[in-house]
């Protein structure tokens, strides 16, 4: 590597370099050897600081590269935690809100429910008030047609006992009149006999036809015979 730096060195300086006899390495003379050996050298240590201040900026780049990139690591695990944290609140959230709809449905199905119940109640209140209804107007009916009927018996009743009355005065007319003829029968027959019994005093004859004529008379005529029978004493022509 020394022998080929210093033939490229001498071909930049355009210098003559003579080669070997087998043209494989170059020749130069002694003289210009050790200056352009020095000249390499000191090539060869600027280079080396040149390439160690390369490797070095290099390593700084790569340190730098490397702060960025453990920095942007940082940043996207930080955003990535940030996301997650995001992810989970939202999850969370989520989470939330589900529980709410699912509290909310059950609320609403709750609350339905409660509703059909209080329809069905509703339904059986207003059934059973029709039956009540319906009861209470077969009861008043019924009532009505035990009113009427009793009503009709009443009114048959004092039908009945009126007649009874009006045929008890009937009977008591008839009977009174029955008494009133049978008094006055009574009467005319003891007014006939006091005429007989007044004939027989006086002496007079009563024939059958004199008894038929005092048959036909009524009681003032036969008390008007008796009084000219005891004022005459004889049975009138």
């Known amino acids: 590597s020394e022998v080929m730096g210093v033939w490229l060195h001498a071909d930049r300086k355009g210098l003559e370099v003579t080669r070997d006899q087998e043209g494989k390495e170059p020749v130069l003379k002694r003289e210009e050897a050790e200056g352009w050996w020095r000249e390499l050298k000191r090539e060869q240590r600027e280079r080396r600081a040149e390439e160690e201040k390369r490797h070095a900026a290099e390593e700084q780049r790569r340190a730098a590269e490397e702060q960025r990139r453990i920095a942007e690591e940082k940043e996207r695990a930080a955003s990535e935690q940030a996301e997650r944290e995001r992810a989970e609140r939202l999850a969370a959230e989520e989470q939330r809100r589900a529980a709410e ?96 019994d ?40």
Not at 131 to 154: G, N, P, T
């Open 101 to 196: 709809k699912r509290e909310r449905l059950a609320a609403e199905q709750a609350e339905r429910e409660r509703a059909e119940r209080l329809a069905a109640e509703e339904q059986r209140r207003a059934a059973e008030e029709r039956e009540r209804l319906a009861a209470e107007q077969a009861e008043r009916e019924r009532a009505e047609r035990l009113a009427a009927e009793e009503r009709r018996r009443a009114a048959e009743e004092r039908e009945r006992w009126a007649a009874e009355q009006a045929e008890r005065e009937r009977a008591e007319r008839l009977a009174a009149e029955e008494q009133r003829r049978a008094a006055e029968e009574q009467a005319l027959a003891d007014a006939r006999q006091a005429v007989v």
């Open 198 to 237: 007044l004939c027989e005093v006086l002496a007079i004859e009563v024939t059958e036809e004199r008894r038929a004529f005092l048959a036909m008379l009524d009681l003032a005529a036969l008390r008007a015979l008796r009084l000219q029978l005891k004022s005459t004493g004889s049975w009138p022509n």
